[in-house]
């Protein structure tokens, strides 16, 4: 007896599918820089606990860091193969689920540094959700702009009500430096949709004005403000050195480490901020600063390119892609590791206020390894399973 016609057998609702990849369409070179740029992480933090123990400490873990790679891992290869369709009708899903974890952190979660934002987890594995809700984000605008090409103010309601929901839950918890990542993603991701530059620019200068207004009137945590306030001192030298012992402990200390690299660094393990072990995060928020004492202007140069490089590559990848909705979503995904960037950098050598944000590849933690993981899984399978697509987007030159 003859099976089902093909008009009437049902869709295939599989979540992820080997066979939906186009192998041969698999951006392989960006998968490589990727793994490079892990491996020069990895080599960095092998360093730090080298150098910790020559001197007898005990606070960076090289296999600590490794397990994380491992456990973390396998969220790759399940973004490669999770089908695009499956995601776009999903996409709700995804998007409360993430918000579903944020509202989880007030009740279960731990206090660290003034702050709420770990549950932890069995095993040692602190869970920040605030690093899977970008992730959430993304899926869930590609989801709205997918239909939406923002050509009237009326189009704007639902984005913006999708991107002010998680930043209030993490700005609340409180993480305001974290919760600001969310708008440059965002805006780009706006840009890609269709919106044009004068509307961006408008939305761009309201949320100054609400920020200016915010600091105004002190509606914002006093230790916030002082991040604000430290930034705006430390630009001028004299400043930053007075209160080198106060506020501007950080900043004072990443700026010295960076200026110690000189052209060619003092080589691994051999920078201050790690025989002194000065620096505070050093392993995280602070590393580009490590980078850039240890490997000299040349090297981090060099780290820069190969990072712009990958960036750019999965941006271009991006524009590759025909289906609207996947279109959106690597674009979000390399406007992610963009903005990750350029903070982590600015922060480091203080153009903008200190902000704990990691830097995707390098930077110890779980959360950060698994989101970086997932997003770099999600970019790859997207731009590699090409499903039909009925958009008129998809037949556009």
């Known amino acids: 007896m003859a099976g089902p016609s093909p008009i009437g057998r049902q869709p295939d609702a599989r979540a992820f599918s080997w066979r939906q990849v186009q192998w041969l369409h698999v951006d392989w070179h960006v998968l490589a820089l990727a793994l490079s740029l892990l491996a020069l992480g990895l080599v960095f933090v092998a360093a730090m606990e080298s150098a910790d123990r020559e001197l007898g400490r005990d606070d960076i873990h090289f296999a600590g860091q490794v397990q994380k790679v491992v456990l973390t891992l ?21 998007y409360g689920a993430s918000l579903a974890l944020l509202a989880l952190v007030p009740l279960l979660g731990e206090s660290r540094n003034n702050a709420r934002r770990w549950i932890p987890l069995p095993g040692g594995f602190d869970l920040q959700p605030s690093e899977l809700a970008k992730l959430g984000l993304i899926v869930a605008l590609a989801r709205v702009l997918y239909t939406c090409r923002l050509e009237r103010w009326g189009d704007w309601g639902r984005p913006a009500l999708v991107l002010c929901v998680p930043m209030v839950l993490v700005a609340l918890q409180p993480d305001l430096g974290t919760a600001l990542t969310f708008v440059p993603i965002s805006v780009g991701m706006f840009y890609a949709a269709g919106a044009s530059g004068k509307r961006i620019a408008g ?16 509606l914002i945590h006093d230790y916030q403000l002082r991040r604000v306030q430290t930034w705006l ?7 930053l050195i007075a209160d080198r012992n106060g506020t501007a402990f950080h900043t004072y200390h990443a700026r010295v480490a960076i200026g110690n690299g000189g052209w060619f660094g003092r080589g ?13 995060e050093r392993d995280c928020d ?35 892609v025909r289906e609207r909705f996947s279109r959106l979503l690597v674009t979000g995904i390399g406007l992610y590791f963009a903005a990750h960037f350029f903070i982590n950098i600015g922060v480091n050598l203080g153009l903008i206020p200190m902000t704990g944000l990691t830097l995707p590849l390098f930077s110890t933690g779980g959360s950060s390894m698994l989101a970086c993981f997932a997003a770099l899984g999600l970019a790859l399978g ?16």
Do not use: K
Request: charged share 15%; glycine share 6%; with cysteine.
């Open 268 to 280: 691994l393990g051999h920078g201050v901020s790690n025989e002194a072990a000065i620096l505070p």
């Open 203 to 218: 939305l761009a200068l309201a949320l100054v004005a609400v920020f200016a207004l915010c600091y105004r009137f002190e």
């Open 382 to 397: 997207q731009s590699a399973q090409r499903e039909a697509a009925l958009d008129a987007d998809a037949f556009r030159d």
């Open 74 to 94: 396998p969220a790759l290869a399940l973004g490669l193969l999770l089908r695009p369709r499956w995601l776009r009708t999903h996409a709700w899903w995804v």
């Open 286 to 320: 602070s590393i580009f600063a490590v980078i850039a004492e240890e490997a000299g202007f040349v090297g981090t140069t060099g780290l820069l390119l190969l990072y712009a490089l990958f960036i750019a590559l999965v941006l271009w990848s991006a524009s590759a």
């Open 233 to 239: 001192d430390s630009m001028r030298p004299e400043e």
